[in-house]
């Protein structure tokens, strides 16, 4: 029998969520206060590696896989495009960098993710380049807008959308019925607004500012992804986008004419280039204190649940994560400890 599920939180990770409930056949509602502002102002990039240690995300091969088999089922059925395979280079730091690219891109472990480094990758005059640079195999792209409005397009076609903030007043857990609606399950996708949540604010999802600008420069290469300090990812022809900052622990999604400078500062280590700034945007990350997501039921209400806390690899993670979520719900399956959200809890906290 179908179950029917509420999920609040239309970000990357309610999304997947909901996408995986409906392919597994069950009814679901999404709701959504309608200002995201951490899913839809990300560069939105897929990159499985870790820069300044040359290590690869927790559980890189079975992400990316997963993720890019997602999206292109998406790209599909929503009849849009927006997954794009990026050119991306990192330009290294030091001569130490270098090495540790040259003994990883050896490893096994690595090869399918770096390209051997070259005398042209030495040579490279697209930015600055003392120490040389690398390139990246694997990497991509989600471009938010045509994700996410393709998506509600077609999700609005077949199931309810609500475009609305939750209204706790309106929830009774005990029978799991929100304005009078009686739901199977209802899973909290909420990111950074998971304090203001009375049934997991006892679990310490962080918020991570991030700022980013818009820019253009018509002798920056357009299909280049340049990372060093920041990235500089192309959009449409001369417009790129800068980014991106980290300031801990605040809720305040205001731009800062400290987020700009600090951002053209970085931007400074890749090119000497002059740029037109046309936009500075400003989201709230939820992160963790170890980098690791929090997805499970809550400890007194069974059929409550949260799925939060995917940090800025977000787009990597949501899909696989999002399968196996559902189908601990539905089969049964256990989730690993690593992503139990009161690992982090107290015992004499939660509830």
Not at 35 to 63: E, H, Q
Not at 100 to 120: C, G, I, M
Not at 158 to 163: G, M, S, V
Not at 245 to 263: F, M, N, Q, V
Request: aromatic share 12%; proline share 5%; glycine share 8%.
């Amino acid at each position: 029998m179908n179950k029917h599920f509420l999920v609040v939180g239309a970000g990357i990770a309610g999304t997947a969520v909901s996408e995986h409930l409906l392919q597994s056949g069950q009814r679901v509602t999404l709701l959504d206060r309608g200002n995201n502002t951490c899913s839809y102002v990300a560069a939105g990039i897929i990159n499985p590696l870790g820069f300044r240690r040359m290590t690869k995300s927790w559980r890189a091969d079975a992400f990316l896989n997963y993720a890019l088999e997602f999206y292109m089922c998406i790209e599909q059925k929503t009849n849009s495009s927006f997954l794009r395979k990026l050119e991306m280079r990192r330009m290294f730091s030091s001569e130490q960098e270098c090495q540790l690219w040259r003994d990883k891109q050896e490893n096994a472990e690595f090869t399918s993710y770096l390209h051997p480094v070259t005398q042209s990758d030495t040579a490279f005059d697209g930015a600055k380049n003392p120490y040389g640079s690398g390139r990246l195999k694997q990497a991509y792209s989600v471009m938010a807008e045509g994700f996410f409005s393709g998506y509600k397009q077609w999700f609005t076609h077949q199931n309810n959308w609500l475009t609305e903030a939750f209204d706790y007043d309106a929830f009774n857990p005990y029978e799991l019925k929100y304005k009078n609606i009686s739901y199977d399950g209802v899973v909290f996708c909420q990111g950074a607004d998971n304090p203001d949540n009375p049934f997991f604010n006892d679990i310490p999802v962080q918020t991570t500012k991030g700022e980013l600008l818009i820019v253009q420069n018509d002798k920056l290469d357009p299909k280049m992804t340049l990372n060093r300090k920041c990235f500089v990812l192309p959009l449409e022809e001369g417009m790129f986008k800068i980014g991106a900052t980290y300031e801990w622990r605040t809720r305040d999604c205001s731009i800062t004419e400290a987020g700009k400078e600090k951002l053209l500062n970085a931007f400074n280590h890749l090119s000497d280039e002059p740029v037109v700034v046309l936009k500075q945007l400003a989201g709230i990350r939820p992160t963790s204190h170890d980098r690791r997501p929090y997805i499970g039921r809550n400890k007194e209400f069974a059929g409550i649940f949260m799925f939060n806390g995917l940090g800025s690899k977000g787009y990597l993670l949501a899909p696989l994560l999002a399968k196996e979520f559902v189908e601990s719900i539905l089969e049964n399956n256990p989730l690993s400890e690593e992503v139990y959200p009161y690992r982090g809890v107290p015992k004499n906290q939660g509830k």
